[in-house]
């Protein structure tokens, strides 16, 4: 069992960063791929960015990269989501989310865990 728990999330001016942190629990977290989420209200949750446990190499959500890295440290057992020029439309709960597999993708049904989530809001 791992749990998860988002943090980071806030208030920010449009064309400002926020970086989400989402620290797991257990001694296997290195073999987890890890992955971010967000679903604003009347929205389906999407896929943003995952990224492996071995390895780290990542896979993007084309409507995020290059404004959003995604990245993790094996020894405190946490992921990272760097959020750069952040839009209006960025507003949204982000989770991060947790998969045995080696790959996480963009598929909600392949991860394992999820967290409770992080509200990020960007004004105009």
């Known amino acids: 069992q791992v749990q998860l728990e988002e943090s980071g999330g806030g208030l920010v001016e449009t064309g400002g960063s926020l970086r989400l942190s989402c620290v797991a629990s257990?001694?296997?977290?290195?073999?987890?791929?890890m992955g971010w989420f967000r679903q604003a209200p009347g929205k389906e949750r999407e896929f943003l960015a995952s990224?492996?446990?071995?390895?780290?190499?990542?896979y993007y959500e084309d409507s995020v990269k290059g404004r959003f890295l995604i990245s993790r440290d094996n020894a405190k057992n946490t992921v990272y989501l760097q959020m750069n020029s952040l839009k209006p439309e960025d507003t949204a709960v982000y989770y991060c989310?947790?998969?045995?597999?080696?790959?996480?993708?963009?598929?909600?049904?392949?991860?394992?865990?999820w967290g409770q989530g992080t509200q990020v809001t960007v004004s105009s």
């Open positions: 989310a947790a998969t045995r597999y080696a790959v996480g993708g963009p598929l909600r049904s392949r991860y394992d865990y």
């Open positions: 257990g001694r296997t977290f290195g073999s987890y791929a």
């Open positions: 990224i492996r446990g071995i390895g780290g190499s990542t």
